[in-house]
């Protein structure tokens, strides 16, 4: 059996498409739609799985960002990064048009699932992606840790700088305005004319260009003390970065350093993908 994977983010939609043998046999990504409200995200993913459809596809798995109910397959709630999505039956909607079995989850626990398959003897695990926000997602005693309405880990809203700027959680201070993409972006624009996306940002901070080297510190600093924070509370064997501020690999390693419970996704930006069609709860 044939299976899609879709990992749905404030930026952009990713899929895959699996063989028999859980193989990559071919992938597909698309913007998202993310301020346009749940039916123009919803025939954003229709496009995607139609892009890479076959007959023989017996199941989709997708990630989403958000609360999400694996039961039910429902987004139990989301901020604005997706408008619209509190609410969404992506499982319904899913399995209306396609008529396969369709799996559901929150896109930080996916993103662990499809990491977990390089650390099998592993019992605690914390993912963190940094992408349009900041997800996060924890293994605790061979266990995905999973809080209020069934919320992941959620390492990109605790408090990372008391009273600091508004998330669109309605908190201060969040990890997610310190160190997502988006957040980085926009500390730099207001320094840097031109910048348009975190590449630039990375490759005018390697070039020497003072004001870009000044905020990749900051985000290393902040990073710095998040991880810290996971090692207080679950001291885990591993710390997964994951997402596309991820990519920057230099970047993370001055962080790391030589630390030994800290690694980057060995799956890229599709770690998501990869644990979207996991059958793990």
């Given at each position: 059996?044939?299976?899609?994977?879709?990992?749905?983010?404030?930026?952009?939609?990713?899929?895959?498409?699996?063989?028999?043998?859980?193989?990559?046999?071919?992938?597909?990504?698309?913007?998202?739609?993310?301020?346009?409200?749940?039916?123009?995200?919803?025939?954003?993913?229709?496009?995607?799985?139609?892009?890479?459809?076959?007959?023989?596809?017996?199941?989709?798995?997708?990630?989403?960002?958000?609360?999400?109910?694996?039961?039910?397959g429902i987004c139990v709630h989301a901020t604005d990064n997706l408008i619209g999505w509190t609410g969404a039956n992506i499982r319904g909607e899913l399995e209306r048009r396609y008529h396969v079995r369709v799996l559901v989850d929150n896109d930080a626990v996916a993103a662990l699932k499809g990491e977990l398959a390089?650390?099998?003897?592993?019992?605690?695990?914390?993912?963190?992606?940094?992408?349009?926000?900041?997800?996060?997602?924890?293994?605790?005693?061979?266990?995905?840790?999973?809080?209020?309405?069934?919320?992941?880990?959620?390492?990109?809203?605790?408090?990372?700088?008391?009273?600091?700027?508004?998330?669109?959680?309605?908190?201060?201070?969040?990890?997610?305005?310190?160190?997502?993409?988006?957040?980085?972006?926009?500390?730099?624009?207001?320094?840097?004319?031109?910048?348009?996306?975190?590449?630039?940002?990375?490759?005018?901070?390697?070039?020497?260009?003072?004001?870009?080297?000044?905020?990749?510190?900051?985000?290393?600093?902040?990073?710095?003390?998040?991880?810290?924070?996971?090692?207080?509370?679950?001291?885990?064997?591993?710390?997964?970065?994951?997402?596309?501020?991820?990519?920057?690999?230099?970047?993370?390693?001055?962080?790391?350093?030589?630390?030994?419970?800290?690694?980057?996704?060995?799956?890229?930006?599709?770690?998501?993908?990869?644990?979207?069609?996991?059958?793990?709860?």
């Amino acid at each position: 059996m044939k299976k899609i994977g879709i990992d749905l983010g404030g930026t952009a939609i990713k899929a895959a498409r699996f063989g028999e043998e859980g193989e990559l046999e071919d992938e597909f990504s698309i913007p998202t739609p993310a301020r346009a409200g749940r039916m123009p995200i919803f025939q954003a993913i229709y496009c995607a799985v139609d892009k890479l459809w076959k007959e023989d596809v017996g199941l989709i798995g997708v990630s989403s960002a958000g609360d999400i109910d694996p039961v039910r397959g429902i987004c139990v709630h989301a901020t604005d990064n997706l408008i619209g999505w509190t609410g969404a039956n992506i499982r319904g909607e899913l399995e209306r048009r396609y008529h396969v079995r369709v799996l559901v989850d929150n896109d930080a626990v996916a993103a662990l699932k499809g990491e977990l398959a390089f650390y099998p003897e592993a019992k605690n695990v914390t993912m963190l992606t940094f992408g349009t926000g900041v997800g996060g997602a924890s293994l605790v005693n061979g266990e995905i840790l999973r809080g209020k309405n069934f919320g992941a880990a959620r390492w990109g809203h605790t408090i990372l700088v008391p009273h600091g700027i508004r998330c669109n959680c309605g908190k201060r201070g969040c990890a997610e305005v310190y160190l997502s993409a988006t957040a980085l972006i926009k500390q730099g624009q207001k320094r840097m004319l031109g910048l348009v996306d975190c590449k630039q940002l990375f490759d005018r901070a390697a070039s020497g260009e003072t004001e870009a080297v000044d905020v990749v510190a900051r985000f290393q600093d902040h990073l710095g003390i998040l991880l810290e924070n996971v090692r207080t509370v679950l001291a885990p064997e591993y710390i997964i970065l994951g997402g596309g501020v991820a990519k920057s690999v230099s970047v993370m390693e001055e962080v790391i350093g030589g630390a030994e419970d800290v690694v980057l996704a060995r799956r890229g930006s599709l770690a998501g993908v990869y644990g979207a069609i996991s059958e793990r709860i």
